[in-house]
């Protein structure tokens, strides 16, 4: 069989049956790198070699060394299984040639070797001077920190930082076993959420000290997260907590859009998206060193939407609503739901009593969640609740039951950040819509970013199927915790949130 080599000659070479499963992750690459060794017990220095040879191309292929041609103690299927497990090595595999015959077959741009062999003869530069490729010697660098563990940070939650107070539960009459028996209900919801399209960026960064020339700090990039956010991530974590999914939104004609696209696919999502040329794709880069962000930055335009796309984009819609038991609402004010088409949307819903929900984040733009009346819940932060009263006096309470009114709403929190959350509303008691606080779940947050998206989802999910506003609450607040406790969107799971409640069972 042939595969592509990605070399500045770009031949075809022909490679033997044994690696044939290497083919296709060579033909999708621009330029491929290769690193072989025995890896008998894989150690920091082979996870630093293996972050600068993939740094060197954009597909990064390693030759475990097979019985053939080594003698190690370690079995050969264990030596490989290991190296597959490092998250940096984009293909591994055993190699029953040496080395330097199989680089004259697959050509590969790149041929990395430990630092110690630059002073010896190597016989991989006879090979790669054939063709033209380069073979370059590094042990890595000692600040590296291994993907895996970046990784680790990105997506795992710990979840012993997570306290959840049970005398809440006992003061409004639940039990952590009714928690999961509505966490299985969210299977036969469909949900239909409305809202701006992000995309969010980690560069995770070591910071090198401080400028000699001015007071600038100095990092240099060690690697990159893309994740899906905003609206997109709140119809991410309906979908993957069980519902049904149908999204909408704007984006731009670009790779972002395209991006997001792609990953809501992989969820699940049933997404449509409105291309406008008029603006790019919102992207959020927030780059990062020791668990800190340092810097954010924007990219993105605020206008609303032309009067074609609102009246394309409701088209859309009618379809979807008709055949829904929850309409969420995320807006980030950056254009996506201009009033005339919220209006026409809750109209909609009123007319066939479909729940609705809403949240208008306020955080470097200004909203105002009052807009979207006769929701369910809200969910604004103290700060968003205090722009749409114009209310910068009062207590919460009253703060809170001000919003109510105003925005015809049947229940609002109130988000306090490490403070927790503010619950206001359910039926009246004596002429008085009763109000309780929850504290912050999770007493070590590594990214707060993605609490409300959370809350908002689970929460208005809960009410959806059925619960009062404090089993809901309680349960988004579970989510929430989840969330926080990793850097980045990642969808929430059932098994998220079922883990956290059997710690407390």
Request: charged share 25%; proline share 4%; aromatic share 6%.
């Amino acid at each position: 069989m042939e595969i592509i080599s990605h070399t500045t000659n770009a031949n075809k070479v022909a490679v033997s049956p044994d690696y044939s499963d290497i083919s296709a992750k060579v033909q999708s690459a621009k330029r491929v790198v290769f690193v072989s060794g025995n890896f008998n017990i894989v150690h920091p220095g082979h996870l630093r070699l293996l972050k600068f040879a993939a740094d060197c191309g954009d597909l990064l292929l390693v030759g475990v060394y097979g019985k053939e041609i080594t003698r190690v103690d370690m079995p050969e299927e264990l030596r490989l299984e290991s190296v597959k497990s490092i998250g940096i090595v984009n293909h591994a595999f055993l190699l029953r040639e040496k080395p330097e015959k199989f680089i004259e077959k697959l050509k590969p741009a790149v041929v990395v070797k430990g630092k110690e062999y630059e002073e010896r003869q190597n016989a991989e530069q006879a090979a790669v001077d054939i063709y033209g490729g380069k073979l370059l010697f590094s042990s890595g660098e000692v600040r590296f920190s291994s993907l895996d563990l970046l990784r680790k940070e990105l997506r795992e939650s710990n979840p012993t930082t997570v306290v959840k107070p049970t005398d809440f539960i006992e003061r409004h009459g639940f039990k952590f076993s009714d928690l999961e028996k509505t966490i299985q209900k969210f299977k036969d919801l469909r949900v239909t959420v409305i809202g701006d399209l992000i995309v969010d960026e980690y560069i995770t960064c070591d910071p090198l000290g401080m400028s000699q020339e001015d007071p600038t700090i100095v990092v240099t990039p060690v690697h990159r997260d893309i994740f899906i956010g905003g609206a997109s991530i709140v119809a991410a974590h309906a979908r993957g907590l069980g519902a049904n999914v149908k999204y909408f939104s704007v984006a731009g004609n670009d790779s972002t859009a395209e991006f997001a696209r792609k990953q809501l696919g992989e969820y699940g999502v049933d997404a449509h998206i409105i291309e406008d040329s008029s603006r790019p794709t919102t992207l959020k880069q927030r780059w990062r060193a020791r668990n800190k962000t340092l810097l954010r930055v924007s990219q993105l335009k605020q206008h609303d939407l032309n009067h074609e796309l609102q009246v394309q984009m409701f088209n859309k819609l009618e379809a979807a609503l008709a055949e829904s038991n929850l309409v969420i609402f995320s807006d980030f004010n950056y254009g996506c739901l201009p009033q005339d088409i919220v209006d026409s949307v809750v109209n909609f819903c009123k007319r066939k009593n479909i729940l609705m929900v809403a949240d208008s984040q306020s955080s470097s733009q200004v909203g105002d969640v009052s807009r979207f009346r006769g929701m369910t819940l809200i969910t604004p932060t103290e700060r968003e609740a205090r722009l749409a009263t114009r209310d910068f006096n009062s207590g919460l309470v009253v703060l809170a039951e001000k919003l109510r009114a105003k925005a015809e709403a049947k229940n609002v929190l109130i988000t306090l950040g490490s403070e927790g959350l503010l619950i206001h509303g359910g039926p009246e008691v004596d002429g008085i819509h009763p109000t309780d606080q929850l504290p912050a779940f999770n007493t070590a947050p590594k990214d707060p970013a993605g609490a409300g998206d959370s809350l908002l989802t689970c929460a208005s999910m809960a009410l959806a199927v059925g619960c009062d506003i404090w089993h809901s609450s309680y349960l988004g607040s579970i989510a929430a915790a989840c969330q926080v406790g990793r850097v980045g969107n990642i969808p929430l799971t059932p098994n998220d949130l079922i883990s956290e409640i059997e710690e407390s069972t």
